[in-house]
T-cell receptor, first 110, second 112 residues
Framework: TQLLEQSPQFLSIQEGENLTVYCNSSSVFSSLQWYRQEPGEGPVLLVTVVTGGEVKKLKRLTFQFGDARKDSSLHITAAQPGDTGLYLCAVIQGAQKLVFGQGTRLTINP | DAMVIQNPRYQVTQFGKPVTLSCSQTLNHNVMYWYQQKSSQAPKLLFHYYDKDFNNEADTPDNFQSRRPNTSFCFLDIRSPGLGDAAMYLC???????????FGPGTRLTVL
């Protein structure tokens, strides 16, 4: 059983559309991170959310941490081809051990 | 620019032939990690070093070993690669007490 369940696993949309991807768990976390990984590269940290209900914005990306700190969402407005990549949510477990969800592979078609 | 460097970016080895992957960092971080990422899967932690203190994950096969001769360098040794070990291997670093890990670009390992 995965600690973090991400949905959808695959998403392909047209440039300019909006989208939301989800990261869910039955566990409560003190913080949650979102990473983006482009093909052939390592993951890059986008944001860390720490407070229940917290909303953080990064240009066209909006991240929300659930009130109960068990889930999170990532919303992209007016998606662009440069947003294509693997989006991973992750939590710190124990002594700095990062555990990832299985990821959402996003493709934005021009 | 401070960064995490992995060499080589692509490595081909034969079934059973030992291989070593390398990682270096200019961030002067005291924690270094090795992750394995198989196709269409999330990165999975193999082990990490806190300075010279080695921490192995319980489900990391004995076939995988690591060395950290100094702060800047860390090596992943695969003693007898099997076909199932073909994957992207990611190195990451962090400063102890912080939540941010910085990843290198990875080494894609092919086992023939």
């Amino acid at each position: 059983t995965q600690l973090l369940e991400q949905s959808p696993q695959f998403l392909s949309i047209q440039e300019g559309e909006n989208l939301t991807v989800y990261c869910n768990s039955s566990s409560v976390f003190s913080s949650l991170q979102w990473y983006r990984q482009e093909p052939g590269e390592g993951p890059v940290l986008l944001v860390t959310v720490v407070t229940g209900g917290e909303v953080k914005k990064l240009k066209r990306l909006t991240f929300q941490f659930g009130d109960a700190r068990k889930d999170s969402s990532l919303h992209i407005t007016a998606a662009q081809p440069g947003d294509t990549g693997l989006y991973l949510c992750a939590v710190i477990q124990g002594a700095q051990k990062l555990v990832f969800g299985q990821g959402t592979r996003l493709t934005i078609n021009p | 620019d401070a960064m995490v460097i992995q060499n080589p970016r692509y490595q081909v080895t034969q079934f059973g032939k030992p291989v070593t992957l390398s990682c270096s960092q200019t961030l002067n971080h005291n924690v270094m990690y090795w992750y394995q990422q198989k196709s269409s899967q999330a990165p999975k932690l193999l082990f990490h070093y806190y300075d010279k203190d080695f921490n192995n994950e319980a489900d990391t096969p004995d076939n995988f070993q690591s060395r950290r001769p100094n702060t800047s360098f860390c090596f992943l040794d695969i003693r007898s690669p099997g076909l199932g070990d073909a994957a992207m291997y990611l190195c990451a670093t962090s400063r102890v007490g912080t939540d941010t890990q910085y990843f290198g670009p990875g080494t894609r390992l092919t086992v023939l």
